[in-house]
């Protein structure tokens, strides 16, 4: 007799099938933050076209057959898999044969909390869907939105179902659109006095939320699983010069990220594309850091974000600094990257002072003639003033500014007075 209550605590177990040169340990990664047991990795020797499965009837059947060996629920595909496709599997194997994009889908569901996620992680799955109705096997076709099981439909049944679909899409957009529209009315309230903005961006684990709590005294949730940060979060970050500067963790990228979850999650990454200053956090222990860098600006171009400066940050430099070959690469890849470390606060100093160089400016001394007291006002409001003597004629000033103040005020440079 079955056992309820282990029944129900049993993991799901699951195949994992990559492409060549794959070691699967990112979807490893994936499976296992949505709770799955991962009973097989399997890595194709070489990549077939076929209309079918993607690979000849016999892989695939050998495929199916260790799945069934091995007592899986399902199989794990680290690749998309078309709508026809993943239905001759699921029929091969009879059992759910999910592809990467669903699997991200899925976290992404799992980990949805407010409303604005909530909706954006449904307009995803539902865009997903839609192809799949007519392809959907068993009891993952009522999972994947349909309302009907993969005999005796017929076509009437399909295309009610589709509606359905296309209308629920249609409300849950109007319905983000108010959302996000009601974010931006308190954002632009509380936007009275512009303050610079600085955007936490990153490969999902790069540690970007650890770093905002370490450095602002946060409480934002961090775990060692793919996508624990599905909304952004800000808080103000002070900095030893000036007023302080606002400083927003964002969703984690991967590579492959579906597109209908960029595009369900724009008004979400808005806050990337909006900063004055984007801080590249890269996990610096990471033997793929370079190839996840290369993801996160591929996403950011695709966004169009691409018009903010951007710091790169090697973080958890705690950890890369034993593997010193890879670290050195990267330091070598990446000269002006500050280094850091979420979990010791190594870095930290130099990291703010980077901050304040971008977003507030370096400090300089100017000399400012007594007459040219408008100046002088013009940087008291918008750059920071570290120090001011006065001499008999005029005022000795050190301090920050940035952009078109800082062009007002380079003619009474002094270095640069001195250097000439
Ligand atoms: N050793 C070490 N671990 C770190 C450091 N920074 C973060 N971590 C760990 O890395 C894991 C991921 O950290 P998060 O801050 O959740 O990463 P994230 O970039 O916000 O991840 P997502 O929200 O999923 O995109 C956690 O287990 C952290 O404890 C660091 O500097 N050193
Ligand atoms: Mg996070």
Known sequence: MINIEEEQNRRTKCLLVGEPGNNLAELKGLADTLGMETVEKLTLTRLEVQPAYGMGKGKAQEIADLAREKEADCIIFDFDLAPSKQRNWEKLAKIPCLDRQEVIIRIFAQRAQTKEAVLQVELARLTYSLPRLAHSYGDMARQRGGSYGSKGAGETQLELDQRNIREIIFRTKKELEKVVRTRETQRKKRGSIPVPECALIGYTNAGKSSLLNAL??????????????????????????????????????????????????????????????????????????????????????????????????????????????????????????????????????????????????????????????ALLQNLRTNGVIIDEKWKDAGVLVKARAAGKTLSLMKPYLKEVLINT
């Open 216 to 373: 602002t005294g946060a409480d934002a949730f961090v775990e060692d699983k793919l996508f624990a940060t599905l909304d952004p979060l800000t808080r103000k970050l002070k900095l030893k010069d000036g007023n302080g500067i606002l400083l927003t963790d964002t969703v984690g990228f991967i590579s492959n990220l579906p597109h209908s979850l960029i595009d369900a999650f724009k008004s979400t990454l808005s806050a990337a594309k909006n900063a004055d200053l984007q801080l590249l956090v890269i996990d610096s222990s990471d033997p793929n850091a370079l190839s996840q860098y290369n993801t996160v600006c591929a996403v950011l171009d695709e966004i169009g974000a691409t018009n903010s400066k951007r710091v790169i940050v090697l973080n958890k430099c705690d950890v890369s600094k034993e593997n010193a070959a890879d670290f050195a690469a990267l330091n070598l890849q990446f000269p002006d990257a500050v280094c850091v470390s979420a979990k010791t606060h190594f870095g930290f100093e130099a990291l703010a002072e980077r901050i304040s160089e971008e977003l507030l400016g370096e400090v300089r001394t100017f000399e400012i003639p007594a007459e040219k007291s």
